[in-house]
Nanobody, 120 residues
Framework: QVQLVESGGGLVQAGGSLRLSCAAS????????MAWFRQPPGKERELVAR????????FYADSVKGRFTISRDSGRNTVYLQMNSLKPEDTAVYYC?????????????WGQGTQVTVSS
């Protein structure tokens, strides 16, 4: 199996920046794609961004396009989410996930989540 650990969440003011990290371990050879999801309090989980493990392709939700950037390290076992121009509506628990199949899902393994709070 694969284990995922997120880090980098915290409290920032509107307009600020934050960088999230997700480190994968275990059967990382099976990973084909990596993604970030978020879940605001009382709302359903939604896709934020996804990336092929090779780094060849990326996808962003319309709500974050132009503000967030997803990337992975050269070892292909860590995925990042650089968040700029943060808005209060970005407040949520952010989860990383990986899949051994298509990057459209389903995602096989999930991290515990990291809280991001944006104050106005």
């Amino acid at each position: 199996q694969v284990q995922l650990v997120e880090s980098g969440g915290g409290l920032v003011q509107a307009g600020g920046s934050l960088r999230l990290s997700c480190a994968a371990s275990g059967r990382t050879f099976s990973i084909n794609a990596m993604a970030w999801f978020r879940q605001p309090p009382g709302k359903e989980r939604e896709l934020v961004a996804r990336i092929m493990r090779s780094g060849s392709s990326t996808f962003y939700a319309d709500s974050v396009k132009g503000r967030f950037t997803i990337s992975r390290d050269s070892g292909r076992n860590t995925v990042y989410l650089q968040m700029n121009s943060l808005k209060p509506e970005d407040t949520a628990v952010y989860y990383c996930a990986v899949t051994g199949g298509s990057w459209t899902g389903p995602y096989d393994y999930w991290g515990q989540g990291t809280q991001v709070t944006v104050s106005s």
